[in-house]
């Protein structure tokens, strides 16, 4: 696999043939609007909750996914877990979606992700979320 490549004010891609600056764009708006998921859509990690199931034995990974104009929940299937534990999947990174739906929970519209992988990250993003975390830790 070829080294990341810079490609736009601070964004590191890993696909260099198709980079990422070029893709992401809002489109939340639109899944939303039509329940259309384009498969290769990618989306910028702003969030991850791993959750206990009340009364089951099992647990939700919730993924809070930007286009740079929305925010939208993604609750990644069981067998994606391992991907996001493992630390491959972090805030300020980009994922690509491959097998993604909208569904709709007590009113609310939401994705089911089947597959998903890393495809680069937002230096700047990472560089607030990391400098903030050194602040707490100096001043407490």
Do not use: N
Not at 4 to 16: A, C, E, H
Not at 21 to 32: A, H, M, S
């Amino acid at each position: 696999m070829p080294p990341p490549k810079k490609v736009d004010k601070g964004i590191v891609s890993l696909d260099r043939e198709t980079p990422i600056q070029e893709e992401v764009k809002p489109l939340i708006e639109d899944i939303l609007r039509t329940k259309y998921c384009v498969q290769g859509s990618v989306f910028l990690v702003e969030g991850i909750d791993t959750v206990r199931v009340v009364g089951g034995a099992g647990k939700m990974v919730r993924l809070l996914l930007g286009d740079g104009k929305l925010v939208i929940q993604g609750f990644v299937k069981g067998v994606m877990h391992w991907v996001v534990e493992g630390g491959k999947v972090f805030e300020g990174g980009y994922v690509r979606l491959d097998k993604f739906e909208v569904v709709e929970i007590e009113g609310e519209r939401v994705l089911v992700i089947g597959d998903l992988r890393i495809v680069g990250w937002d230096e700047g993003y990472l560089g607030v979320f990391f400098g903030e975390g050194r602040e707490e830790k100096e001043g407490g």
